[in-house]
């Protein structure tokens, strides 16, 4: 059985850093795109970050760009996202997803095949 289970979300304060961390385990996730999103309360969930296969064409939000950083560790199956300078808006619950279709994992209607249970973050003014 296939697990994406994300950790490393917590309470911070403006201007603050988080390390998001998402292992996986099941199946190897070499050849797939992985990658973050998140979700707040009234809102659609939102494509965050994404990497690609062996590292290569890293995505980011307009919204995260040059605060988040993603990267990848396909000997640990692990993909992580270092975020910097959060703000306020930043505060909702962040999900680790991968897929094959890259347009899956930058926001597509449809959902990435696989997803993890999610962690929250919660950036205080």
């Known amino acids: 059985q296939v697990h994406l289970v994300e950790s490393g979300g917590g309470l911070v304060q403006t201007g603050g850093s988080l390390r998001l961390s998402c292992a996986a385990s099941g199946r190897t996730f070499s050849s797939h795109y992985m990658g973050w999103f998140r979700r707040t309360p009234g809102k659609e969930r939102e494509s965050v970050a994404v990497?690609?296969?062996?590292?290569?064409?890293?995505y980011y939000s307009d919204s995260v760009k040059g605060r988040f950083t993603i990267t990848r560790d396909d000997d640990k199956n692990t993909v992580y996202l270092q975020m910097n300078n959060l703000k306020p808006e930043d505060t909702a619950v962040y999900y680790c997803a991968a897929d094959t279709n890259i347009w899956t994992m930058r926001g597509s209607p449809s959902p990435p095949e696989y997803w993890g249970q999610g962690t929250q973050v919660t950036v205080s003014s």
């Open positions: 990497i690609g296969p062996s590292g290569g064409s890293p």
